[in-house]
């Protein structure tokens, strides 16, 4: 299972991320679990370190998507981020804070399984990476 996470101020934009992650499971046969937060602010205040991709909207009103990824990268620096934007122009803050990748609005559905597929495939190199070995006293 996947935990996804949308932090997006606008409603609509939310419902729209939100049934393209349960199309793009249906088509993939991944399952995801799935939260949402309407600001950043309360989003970071709740953040749960079990999250695996996070969607987030550069441009809140509260706490803008760049300034709340870099408070994020401070308690969680292997979380996928992924930028959700109008303007094309905030995508290069996106390296600045480690993320994956960013979508442009109005968001089309090739456009955003093409990087949620490049976020899944991010997490199974991640998982590919570790190998528990039992030893005396513990793995």
Known sequence: ????????????????????????????????????FDNAITFLENYDVGYDI????????????VSAARLLRKRDRSVTLIFVTNMAQFAIKGYEVDALDFIVKPVKYYDFAFRLKKAVSRLNEKEEQYLPVSIAGGV
């Open 54 to 65: 996070v969607f987030m909207d550069i441009e809140m009103e509260d706490l803008d998507g």
């Open 1 to 36: 299972m996947i935990r996804a996470v949308i932090v997006e101020d606008d409603g609509e934009a939310a419902d729209l991320l939100e049934g393209y992650i349960k199309r793009y499971a249906a088509e993939s046969g991944i399952v995801f679990m799935i939260d949402r």
